[in-house]
């Protein structure tokens, strides 16, 4: 069963810093690989997935995200944070049979950006 | 217009009382998901339906029950509502277009409490 691991629960950066948000997954299947954000009082929304093709996945607000086989890693990243990006990021994996669409989401990375 | 909407938004309830939380969609998707989300615990499926007569358990669905009652409405009961269900819950659709596990879309959430 496909699953991802996100280390670390929070993450505090420096407006103007590198954001760097880590996943990784398990699997022996190259897998589909998502990246949600939920801003305060929202739902989740898409930020990027991972299909098949060019391992660098751009997704909005100048995100982007590497899939690194070698490595079972998915990790989120923006050269350069704004205020704006104060949100709970979730890794995601699908699961089960591609007819029900369903997903694993991780436990989630709170992102603090400080002023 | 919002395409993923929730009734209520926030709901304060007590211990043994019956519950039903609202989910309609104007996507025109007929994968429907209940979600709960918990601090530290990511997103927990509860129920995800296929269509109006095709209803599945997901990993936490004790002390819940759900309703599809047409393409566009999907709605989630707790039968006597306990402290432990306090939570947020989300609806999210998708659908089956293409080869690839496709994007969820989210409504708001429901903020429950049970006392």
């Known amino acids: 069963a496909q699953s991802v691991t996100q280390l670390g629960s929070h993450v505090s950066v420096s407006e103007g810093a590198l954001v760097l948000l880590r996943c990784n997954y398990s699997?022996?299947?190259?897998?589909?690989l998502f990246w949600y954000v939920q801003y305060p009082n929202q739902g989740l929304q898409l930020l990027l997935k991972?299909?098949?093709?060019?391992?660098l996945v751009k997704g909005i607000n100048g995100f982007e995200a590497e899939f690194k086989k070698s490595e079972t890693s998915f990790h989120l990243t923006k050269p350069s944070a704004h205020m704006s990006d104060a949100a709970e990021y979730f890794c995601a994996a699908p699961r089960g049979p591609k007819g029900y669409q369903k997903v694993t989401f991780g436990t989630g990375t709170k992102l603090q950006v400080i002023p | 217009d919002a395409d993923v909407t929730q009734t209520p938004r926030n709901r304060i309830t007590k211990t043994g009382k019956r519950i039903m939380l609202e989910c309609s969609q104007t996507k025109g998707h007929d994968r429907m998901y209940w979600y709960r989300q918990d601090p530290g615990l990511g997103l927990r499926l509860i129920y995800y339906?296929?269509?109006?007569?095709?209803?599945n358990k997901g990993e936490i669905s004790d002390g819940y029950s759900v309703s599809r009652q047409a393409q566009a409405k999907f709605s989630l009961s707790l039968e006597s509502a306990i402290p432990n269900q306090t939570a947020l819950y989300f609806c999210a659709t998708s659908d089956l277009e293409g080869a690839h596990y496709n994007e969820q879309f989210f409504g708001p959430g429901t903020r429950l409490t049970v006392l």
């Open positions: 699997s022996s299947v190259p897998p589909y």
């Open positions: 339906s296929f269509d109006v007569k095709d209803i």
């Open positions: 991972y299909t098949t093709g060019a391992t």
